[in-house]
């Protein structure tokens, strides 16, 4: 079965850069689609962008400007990098994998990281 | 955007007893649904897709319906394990948008 782990840090100041790993165990990255999702306190789930193994990616068009989603499949994990953050963007952030086909769904998610923006 | 709106926010329910929730979205997505479940401390788990199918290893007791712009998802008789959020999630217009959930508690 596949598991997802986020990783990195849990504070950052405003203006900083978000850095967050998912490390896919249990499965290939191969062949799959693969997103980051976030979830600002008393909010719904916010799509952020997705990656597929070969490189292509799609993000949510009000974070375009300041997201890059990148996939590493030699260590079977993929990044988010979050430019410029504010308080806003402070969030619980999931990596997640698409099913197969049609990858309109996310079958497999990882626990969550807890990131705050605080000065 | 499509905005999906869930409803109603809070359902108190007792064990053994049937549920009904309702997920809406601004404009059609055919069946280009999913519905989760999240217990607290834990990651979301896929429910149901495309409005009605069933994911591996979900129990029967859990169906989803509709398309368009009206869905559903039934509990038939809840379990303590059921107790949770649930949310849906649509695809459209190359996004993904998600309900702001749905929490069953017990009464």
Same mark, same amino acid.
């Given at each position: 079965?596949?598991?997802?782990?986020? %990783? #990195?840090?849990?504070?950052?100041? @405003? &203006?900083?850069?978000?850095?967050? +790993?998912?490390? !896919?165990?249990?499965?290939?990255?191969?062949?799959?689609?693969?997103?980051?999702?976030?979830?600002?306190?008393?909010?719904?789930?916010?799509?952020?962008?997705?990656?597929?193994? %070969? #490189?292509?990616?799609?993000?949510? @068009? &009000?974070?375009?400007?300041?997201? +890059?989603?990148? !996939?590493?499949?030699?260590?079977?994990?993929?990044?988010?990098?979050?430019?410029?953050?504010?308080?806003?963007?402070?969030?619980?952030?999931?990596?997640?994998?698409?099913?197969?086909?049609?990858?309109?769904?996310f079958?497999?998610w990882?626990?969550?990281?807890?990131?705050?923006?605080?000065? | 955007?499509?905005?999906?709106?869930?409803?109603?926010?809070?359902?108190?329910?007792?064990?053994?007893?049937?549920?009904?929730?309702?997920?809406?979205?601004?404009?059609?997505?055919?069946?280009?649904?999913?519905?989760y479940q999240q217990?607290?401390?834990?990651s979301p788990r896929l429910?149901?897709?495309?409005?009605?199918?069933?994911?591996?290893?979900?129990?029967?007791?859990?169906?989803?319906?509709?398309?368009?712009?009206?869905?559903?998802?039934?509990?038939?008789?809840?379990?303590?394990?059921?107790?949770?959020?649930?949310?849906?999630?649509?695809?459209?217009?190359?996004?993904?948008?998600?309900?702001?959930?749905?929490?069953?508690?017990?009464?």
């Open positions: 079965q596949v598991h997802l782990q986020e %990783s #990195g840090p849990g504070l950052l100041k @405003p &203006s900083e850069t978000l850095s967050l +790993t998912c490390t !896919v165990s249990g499965g290939s990255i191969s062949g799959l689609y693969w997103s980051w999702i976030r979830q600002s306190p008393g909010q719904g789930k916010q799509w952020i962008g997705y990656v597929f193994y %070969s #490189g292509e990616t799609h993000y949510y @068009p &009000s974070l375009r400007s300041r997201v +890059t989603i990148s !996939v590493d499949s030699s260590r079977n994990q993929f990044s988010l990098t979050l430019t410029s953050v504010t308080a806003a963007d402070t969030a619980t952030y999931y990596c997640a994998r698409h099913n197969q086909w049609p990858p309109h769904w079958d497999s990882g626990q969550g990281a807890l990131v705050t923006v605080s000065s | 955007d499509i905005v999906m709106t869930q409803s109603p926010a809070t359902l108190s329910v007792s064990p053994g007893e049937g549920v009904t929730l309702s997920c809406r979205a601004s404009q059609s997505i055919d069946t280009n649904l999913a519905w217990k607290p401390h834990q429910l149901i897709y495309g409005a009605s199918t069933r994911a591996t290893g979900v129990p029967a007791r859990f169906s989803g319906s509709g398309s368009g712009t009206e869905f559903a998802l039934t509990i038939s008789s809840l379990q303590s394990q059921d107790f949770a959020i649930y949310f849906c999630q649509q695809y459209g217009n190359g996004l993904y948008t998600f309900g702001q959930g749905t929490k069953v508690e017990i009464k």
